[in-house]
């Protein structure tokens, strides 16, 4: 005996069937090509060149208390090959270069994003930049950020077309001093203006990249294989 | 007419609606959120997840890491917004384990504080966030967007469901 309802019943409940399991060897044959291509060892060249710190008293740059923050930019090089991360189940990968510090205050572990990248395609999965410049002005949690050791660090999101997210870092990193600038004076005595705070700045660039060439710009990329 | 059946019935779309609302709460009470599966609204985090894409929510985690995509929901702005972790600050003592996050579209040009409620310029992982993006569908929640914003598809909906109960015999 066949009705109507019963035959819609049956069709959705085998389409279902179906479906899961086409997801099912998808998201497998996807993660099986990721482990083959040992995409979690991946090695990266990373090298920080240059900081730039800017005083801002804007709540969009991370003022909250009308006291000036320090913002903070970095100039870099990146190499590292995506490539080995296309396969049928990748829509996308989101590359961003982030940087791990401790906070001296409240013994704060922190990690903040300065650059990230959207890789559309293979034929664009080839990192290689050369002095690029951040594309986030950076704050601490305190008003002032330099000084602070940072760790980079290039880290990956596959996005699949259909599936589980998966995550990972690439192999090689690179730390990166923050110079303490001589017009910290100017910035602690809670000046509210930036232009005065910023015009100092611009006298100590030459003695700023004097520093820049002392300071701890050590470029660690082993290979763990 | 027979009292017997109609109640058995009855009964029956009873069960169905309960199991319904008790597997909903069970994935709930199981991933510690209060929506673990959200239909993504808008374009903000294009090309990665469009409008009427499902996503799977998981919130057990103690923290969260930079690069995880969260969905938060700040008591007065009822609107879950699916984006991704641009920063996170936490202490290292257990006894406060406060973790304060900001977030950015992956679409967007700029980060989220223009969206973040009483003049906040961090997220509270504590408080705000719904839960963090594990797994991805695409399109199958579209229906819903459709749903709630047309209503003659809701109209024709309720009419479909009242006439199959009028015309069904078993």
């Known amino acids: 005996m066949y009705s109507l309802s019963q035959r819609f019943q049956n069709v959705t409940n085998q389409a279902l069937t179906y479906s899961f399991l086409i997801i099912g060897f998808v998201i497998a044959t996807s ?21 730039n710190i800017n005083v801002r008293s804007s709540r969009f740059f991370g003022s909250t208390t009308g006291k000036p923050k320090e913002n903070a930019k970095i100039t870099f090089d990146l190499d590292a090959d995506f490539t080995p991360f296309f396969n049928w189940n990748t829509k ?12 001296d205050e409240k013994n704060t572990k922190n990690t ?10 293979k034929e664009n999965a080839v990192l290689s ?12 949690l305190e008003d002032k950020f330099a000084g602070r050791e940072l760790t980079f660090k290039l880290q990956w999101n596959i996005q699949p077309w259909i599936g589980p997210l998966v995550f990972g870092e690439t192999v090689g990193n690179c730390t990166f001093t923050l110079p303490v600038e001589q017009k910290e004076k100017a910035s602690s005595n ?9 015009k100092p700045q611009k006298k100590n660039r030459k003695a700023r990249k004097a520093r820049k060439a002392k300071a701890t710009n050590k470029d660690s990329t082993e290979n763990k294989n | 007419m027979n009292l017997r059946l109609e109640l058995t019935r009855f009964l029956n779309v009873c069960f169905i609606l309960s199991s319904t609302f008790m597997v909903w709460k069970g994935l709930s009470v199981v991933t510690d959120s209060h929506s673990p599966i959200v239909v993504v609204i808008s374009g903000s985090m294009e090309p990665a997840f469009q409008r009427g894409d499902v996503l799977f929510l998981w919130n057990r985690n103690e923290l969260n890491k930079v690069g995880d995509i969260v969905v938060y929901e700040q008591n007065s702005k009822s609107i879950p917004i699916v984006h991704r972790v641009l920063r996170e600050h936490h202490s290292q003592s257990s006894s406060n384990s406060k973790q304060l996050l900001l977030t950015k579209g992956d679409n967007n040009a700029g980060n989220d504080i223009s969206l973040y409620a009483d003049r906040n310029i961090y997220l509270d992982k504590q408080n705000d966030i719904v ?3 594990k797994g991805y569908l695409p399109k199958v929640g579209y229906i819903t967007i459709w749903i709630s914003e047309n209503q003659y598809a809701k109209y024709g909906l309720m009419g479909l469901i009242a006439l199959s109960s009028l015309f069904s015999t078993e």
């Open chain 1, 190 to 198: 809670t000046n509210n203006d930036e232009a005065t705070a910023e």
């Open chain 1, 31 to 51: 993660w099986f090509h990721l482990q083959q291509n040992n995409v979690f060892q991946t090695p990266v060249a990373i090298n920080t060149l240059n900081s």
């Open chain 2, 131 to 133: 839960g963090t993006v």
């Open chain 1, 129 to 140: 930049i050369k002095s690029e410049k951040s594309k986030y002005a950076v704050w601490d």
């Open chain 1, 92 to 103: 996308q990968i989101f590359a961003y270069l982030v940087a791990e510090y401790n906070g």
């Open chain 1, 112 to 121: 903040v994003t300065f650059w990230d990248k959207i890789i559309a395609d």
